[in-house]
T-cell receptor
Framework: AQSVSQHNHHVILSEAASLELGCNYS??????LFWYVQYPGQHLQLLLK??????LVKGIKGFEAEFIKSKFSFNLRKPSVQWSDTAEYFC??????????FGKGTHLIIQP | NAGVTQTPKFRVLKTGQSMTLLCAQD?????MYWYRQDPGMGLRLIHY???????AKGEVPDGYNVSRLKKQNFLLGLESAAPSQTSVYFC?????????????FGQGTRLTVV
């Protein structure tokens, strides 16, 4: 079974700092990769997804992620964070109909 | 267009009580899922369904049952609630077809078992 590892459980940054959240997955075959965000008290929203093609994918709110197959990684990046980016971020993989496998999440706090 | 709707949004149960959580989607999706979210654990799959009349176990199925009698509804039942089932429950649906796979989530149900 596939698994997803998110390296940072808690990250604290100042506004305008650059962000990179690590995500590694364990499955060696074809996967679909996702980053979801959960703002306080809200449900999960899709930030971006990778299925195939260009390994650098752009999502909403200025986020992007790079799929590096050789490293089994799908790291999330944003060049300049804002206070409103405070949230929990989840990396997830999917191989088929049996749903998404999520990482344990990274709690991001942006200090003004 | 409501998307994925969960009922109820909040519930407090006493140990041993039973209840059913309802998930309804209006997007004609084949696949539906129930997850639980616990601090530091991410989201873990409880049960899922790939179509009307079908269900399958996920990562943490014990203590839960599900039914998919209608394509648009996916019910999660707790037979005899335990404090360990205190959690936030999320339902999700997904259309079939690799090119469009992404999950749509409901707003969540916060369940407390005392």
């Amino acid at each position: 079974a596939q698994s997803v590892s998110q390296h940072n459980h808690h990250v604290i940054l100042s506004e305008a700092a650059s962000l990179e959240l690590g995500c590694n997955y364990s499955y060696g075959g074809t996967v679909n990769l996702f980053w979801y965000v959960q703002y306080p008290g809200q449900h999960l929203q899709l930030l971006l997804k990778y299925f195939s093609g260009d390994p650098l994918v752009k999502g909403i709110k200025g986020f992007e992620a790079e799929f590096i197959k050789s490293k089994f990684s799908f790291n999330l990046r944003k060049p300049s964070v804002q206070w409103s980016d405070t949230a929990e971020y989840f990396c997830a993989v999917n191989m088929g109909a049996d749903g998404l496998t999520f990482g344990k999440g990274t709690h991001l706090i942006i200090q003004p | 267009n409501a998307g994925v709707t969960q009922t109820p949004k909040f519930r407090v149960l006493k140990t041993g009580q039973s209840m059913t959580l309802l998930c309804a989607q209006d997007m004609n999706h084949e696949y539906m899922y129930w997850y639980r979210q616990d601090p530091g654990m991410g989201l873990r799959l409880i049960h899922y369904s790939v179509g009307e009349g079908t269900t399958a176990k996920g990562e943490v199925p014990d203590g839960y049952n599900v039914s998919r009698l209608k394509k648009q509804n996916f019910l999660l039942g707790l037979e005899s609630a335990a404090p360990s089932q205190t959690s936030v429950y999320f339902c999700a649906s997904m259309p079939p077809g690799a090119a469009t796979w992404r999950a749509f989530f409901g707003q969540g149900t916060r369940l407390t078992v005392v």
